[in-house]
């Protein structure tokens, strides 16, 4: 029976050690990049340790109260009271205006940004919400959306501000606490997507890190350096590089949002397989320039972004995958979050919250209990 039961304590424990002891949390709002505006991109993070009380940081902005929604539909939101809201969109705007506490944008395209512009007619008026990004992209904001004309000034800047929320610069300079009281700290490098006119369009790429320094990187849209009027990517894998050799950064998130057949000129400052790789190649050169192909043996690089196809031209998700696979040879692995995700990830780990409703946690699971009966059963013959 002692011997049964051991058995059944370190299955049950390897069942959930991919949720354990990690440093962030993700939970994926809307994790693409095409022409359904509540998947457009959107996702929440908190430290993995920190209370789901204290709320998260949301890093893009495309999507909120629909893909909100969707979440807790998929059981996100398990560990938040909830059954106090008649509905699901009550719920929703009570999520968003409790838990998320601070935004992070990293351009002006109005798919990173138009779920807050609609979420904001739900918010609290108390002007304690920041939104970060770079002194471009928040002036753009005031500028061209929050003007009073396409969009209420909901800012504190600019004609006629409401006050809403309060614009926080952020710069490659240092790193600012994303709201008081968080273990989430943020900075920012700009780099390229496309062209505006003859000039370079800016996005930005976020660092983020925790109180215990671990961190992650977040693209915004970005186009290859090798195509870009103004390379930039290169100093952000810079600023990686020696957080990779400590082990302080793990997890990337870049996007892919068109698979090989997308031809150069059709790109519009986005990335695609041969990009992706082109660009993590970098990465590794500066991480081990002797041994390349196994500096970031391990590295996850969730992909974010992708515009999916039509039927006219079929699964553009599952060729980019497939891309991907077929030609990584730095031994990184790729993760394709859908919407209503959660996962953790750090200290060596990456796993998706065996709790949320998603179907590759239910045949995860649904294997890892058949393999537990099959270990029982043996050990009580």
């Known amino acids: ?24 949390t993700c939970i994926a709002l809307g994790p693409e990049g095409g022409s359904d505006e509540s998947l457009a991109s959107s996702f929440l993070f908190k430290s993995f340790d920190s209370s ?15 893909s909100l929604r969707r979440a807790l539909h998929s ?6 009271t909830t059954s106090i809201y008649d509905t699901d969109y009550a719920a929703s705007v009570g999520i968003m205006r409790n838990l998320l506490r601070a935004f992070l944008i990293s351009h002006s ?4 940004l138009s779920g807050l512009a609609f979420g904001s007619q739900s918010e609290l008026m108390d002007g304690k919400k920041k939104i970060f990004g770079t002194k471009e992209t928040l002036d753009n904001l005031v500028e061209f959306v929050f003007n009073g004309i396409v969009w209420p000034n909901m800012s504190n800047r600019g004609n006629n501000p409401i006050g809403m929320y309060s614009m926080e610069e952020l710069s490659d ?17 700009p780099v390229t997507h496309g062209t505006l006119g003859s000039l370079p369009y800016n996005s930005t790429a976020f660092f983020v890190k925790n109180k215990n320094e671990s961190q992650f990187l977040f693209f915004g849209d970005v186009g290859p350096d090798s195509l870009s009027l103004e390379p930039r990517n290169v100093d952000v894998w810079k600023r990686a590089a020696p957080l990779v050799v400590d082990k302080k950064l793990e997890t990337i998130f870049i996007e892919c949002s068109y698979d090989d057949s997308r031809p150069d000129h059709l790109l519009f400052g986005h990335l695609k397989p041969k990009y992706v790789l082109e660009e993590l190649g970098v990465l590794a050169s500066l991480v081990n320039a002797n041994d390349p192909k196994e500096s970031l043996r391990g590295i996850n690089v969730v992909i974010i972004h992708i515009k999916p196809g039509t039927l006219e031209v079929g699964d553009t998700k599952m060729r980019i995958e497939s891309q991907l696979t077929k030609h990584n040879d730095l031994g990184v692995i790729f993760r394709f979050p859908r919407a209503g995700d959660r996962f953790s990830f750090g200290k060596g780990k990456f796993g998706y919250d065996p709790f949320v409703n998603a179907n590759r946690v239910i045949v995860s699971s649904c294997a890892k209990l058949s393999s537990l009966v099959a270990w029982i059963l043996l050990l009580l013959v």
């Open 173 to 189: 300079q240092s790193f600012k606490e994303l709201w008081e009281g968080s273990d989430l700290l943020a900075s920012a490098l």
């Open 109 to 112: 395209h109005i798919d990173h």
């Open 52 to 66: 789901i009380n204290n709320g998260f940081a949301t890093l893009e902005a495309g999507s909120i109260i629909s």
């Open 1 to 24: 029976m002692r011997l049964t039961l051991s058995c059944l304590l370190f299955l049950l424990s390897n069942c959930f050690i991919q949720v354990l002891a990690q440093d962030f």
């Open 75 to 80: 059981n996100a939101f398990y560990d938040v």
